[in-house]
């Protein structure tokens, strides 16, 4: 298993997208940035009147408001993860189940399709899902929110409850509040579910001890940015996005990385091709897209990385 912190590492060599930001809202629920493709992460649900850089983010490059994924501020941290989720969606969608949505709740489609799985189990939840306590009678059901309502247990406990949990289904949006990490480590003995709309489609989450990825595809990008603006929650699932879930073994891994190692390679042939064509005309100075290369390069070492490393876990069962 990796370092969990490494995922920040990890998600901003994916977004350094040169790509200009057309439009970013901060809904109720979610905020959302569009570009070429469009990206959702949870709000941080606090109120505030003072953010300093409201009214100047369009314009700016996925990659400066990725960065922004390090920052403690609560509303920069969520802005990074939805710029970081705009500039993955870029990619090709893995291979997976996408989840038919129940008649009697849409955002429960994970729990509904997990169910069989997790009777006599020890389920665990980090965050409450609205109708979520259907399932009490059901499960040996724990959740954990931060602001925790009736048999809710607070943050803290979740030092006790994971690791001798059998599911985890962990909230990605503890990537932006940079609990993931502590999460991941604890849940490390656990099946464990990375879910909700903040995923990242990513398959080196794997070595991060995620089992799978339950994740959105935006089915309506134009309805989906309408209704985040418009303060929806639970109502995108209606008509602008479905659950998909991606089972991260390492077959399936391995072969979403080689989609992904192919996709980059081409990309920076490209780039070489064009920095070639650059210097041979006599032009001077930096290449203008160097720094796209450079990323690109840097992605597929990663890629490369992390496709070996399945590859020894597959044949020699290295960890």
């Not at 796209?292 to 990663?302: D, Y």
Request: charged share 20%; net charge negative.
């Amino acid at each position: 298993m990796d370092k969990p912190s490494r995922i920040y590492e990890l998600l901003l060599d994916y977004a350094a997208s040169e790509s200009p930001v057309e439009a970013l809202s901060i809904g109720l629920v979610w905020t959302v940035c569009k570009s070429e493709q469009i990206g959702l992460a949870m709000s941080p649900g606090l109120y505030t009147r003072t953010l300093p850089w409201s009214g100047t983010l369009v314009g700016k490059t996925l990659g400066e408001l990725a960065s922004w994924i390090n920052d403690w501020e609560p509303y920069k941290a969520t802005v990074g993860m939805a710029a970081i989720n705009c500039s993955l969606n870029a990619q090709s969608l893995p291979a997976g189940i996408t989840l038919l949505t129940p008649p009697d709740g849409s955002n429960l489609a994970v729990f509904e399709h997990f169910l069989p799985q997790l009777k006599d189990k020890k389920v665990v939840v980090i965050g409450r899902y609205p109708g979520i306590e259907r399932y009490a009678g059901q499960l040996d059901l724990s959740i954990i929110e931060r602001q925790p309502i009736g048999t809710d247990y607070p943050d803290p406990a979740y030092e006790f409850l994971l690791p001798t949990a059998d599911w985890v289904f962990l909230t990605a949006s503890s990537i932006t509040n940079k609990t993931f990490p502590r999460l991941a480590e604890l849940s490390q003995h656990a099946t464990t579910v990375l879910m909700g709309p903040t995923v990242p489609w990513l398959p080196e989450l794997h070595n991060f001890g995620i089992n799978y990825l339950a994740g959105i595809e935006v089915v309506d990008p134009i309805k989906l940015y309408q209704t985040v603006a418009e303060g929806g929650g639970v109502r995108i699932f209606d008509n602008s996005v479905r659950y998909r879930i991606v089972d991260l073994t390492p077959d399936s891994s391995m072969a979403w990385l080689k989609t992904n190692i192919s996709q980059d390679y081409n990309e920076k042939q490209r780039l070489t091709s064009a920095m070639e064509h650059w210097y041979a005309s006599g032009k001077k100075g930096r290449f203008p897209e160097f720094n796209q290369l450079n990323q690109v390069a840097i992605r597929l070492s990663r890629m490369d990385s992390s496709y070996k490393h399945l590859w020894d876990e597959q044949r020699f069962g290295q960890k």
